[in-house]
C-alpha cells in the first residue's frame, strides 16, 4: 500500500505571496491533519479533516486554510505568505476519526519564504 | 496547561551503546501516548502506542515504558546503530471526551539522536 504522499516537497516563496500544498492519503484512510514544524515550536497542529468537513482547527492565523475532496486528498492554502511561515508542513492520513487511531505521516513540504 | 517536556535536547552516543530519551508529561485527561522517529527530512514513524494500562511496550530494539501515575515515559535503545540517528518525539493525547481529534496531541519538541562510528 503506497504511503501519504506530499507535492511539492520542496518550495521557495517571495513574502506575500500565496501558496497551496497538496496530500494524498492512504488508500481507505478519511482522515488527514495537518502540521506545522520549525525547530524553535516542534509539531504545531494546523488543522483536522474527516469526509471533506473540518474538524479541529489549531491555533493559526485564518491565512492558512485547508478543505479536502471527496477521494479524501486535502489541500493546504496560505495567503499573504510571511517570513515566519518557513516550515515543514507535514500531512498525516488515518482511517478514522479520533487520538485513537494510529497517524500516519507523509515526508513534508519544505516551505522557505524569503 | 497540557505539556509535554523531553530531555535531553540532544544526546551523542557511539555505536552499540544504549541510551534512554525521557518524557514527562502534565496532560489530563490522558488517553494514549506515542513515541515517533524523525529521521531528518521526513515525517515521523510511529515507534509505539501505549494506553494508561500498558507500562512496557517493545518495538525491535525500541522499549518504551509508560508510568501513569508519575506522569513520566521513557524510550530505551538497545545496541544502538548509525541508523538510529533522528529526533525522538513523545507525544501525548488528550482524552477522548475532548471531542476525539488528532487536534487533541500533545507534542513534545523531540531528543535528537546522533549515534556515532
Known amino acids: 500500500k503506497a504511503g501519504v504522499t506530499q507535492t511539492p516537497r520542496y518550495l521557495i516563496k517571495t513574502r506575500g505571496q500565496q501558496v497551496t500544498l497538496s496530500c494524498s492519503p492512504i488508500s481507505g484512510h478519511r482522515s488527514v491533519s495537518w502540521y506545522q514544524q ?77 | 496547561k497540557n505539556q509535554v517536556e ?43 502506542i501505549m494506553t494508561f494500562s500498558e507500562n512496557t511496550k517493545s518495538n525491535g530494539r525500541y522499549t518504551a515504558t509508560l508510568d501513569a501515575d508519575t506522569k513520566q515515559s521513557s524510550l530505551h535503545i538497545t545496541a544502538s546503530q548509525l541508523s538510529d540517528s533522528a529526533s525522538y518525539i513523545c507525544v501525548v493525547s488528550l482524552g477522548e471526551n475532548y471531542g476525539g481529534s488528532q487536534g487533541n496531541l500533545i507534542f513534545g519538541k523531540g531528543t535528537k539522536l546522533s549515534v556515532k562510528p
Open chain 1, 38 to 114: 520549525t525547530p524553535g515550536q516542534g509539531l504545531q497542529f494546523l488543522f483536522e479533516y474527516f469526509s471533506e468537513t473540518q474538524r479541529n482547527k489549531g491555533n493559526f492565523p485564518g491565512r492558512f486554510s485547508g478543505r479536502q475532496f471527496s477521494n479524501s486528498r486535502s489541500e493546504m492554502n496560505v495567503s499573504t505568505l510571511e517570513l515566519g511561515d518557513s516550515a515543514l508542513y507535514l500531512c498525516a492520513s488515518s482511517l478514522g476519526i479520533g487520538s485513537s487511531y494510529e497517524q500516519y505521516f507523509g515526508p513534508g513540504t519544505r516551505l522557505t519564504v524569503t
Open chain 2, 6 to 48: 523531553q530531555s535531553p535536547q540532544s544526546l551523542i552516543i557511539l555505536e552499540g551503546k544504549n541510551c534512554t530519551l525521557q518524557c514527562n508529561y502534565t496532560v489530563s485527561p490522558f488517553s494514549n501516548l506515542r513515541w515517533y522517529k524523525q529521521d531528518t527530512g521526513r515525517g515521523p514513524v510511529s515507534l509505539t
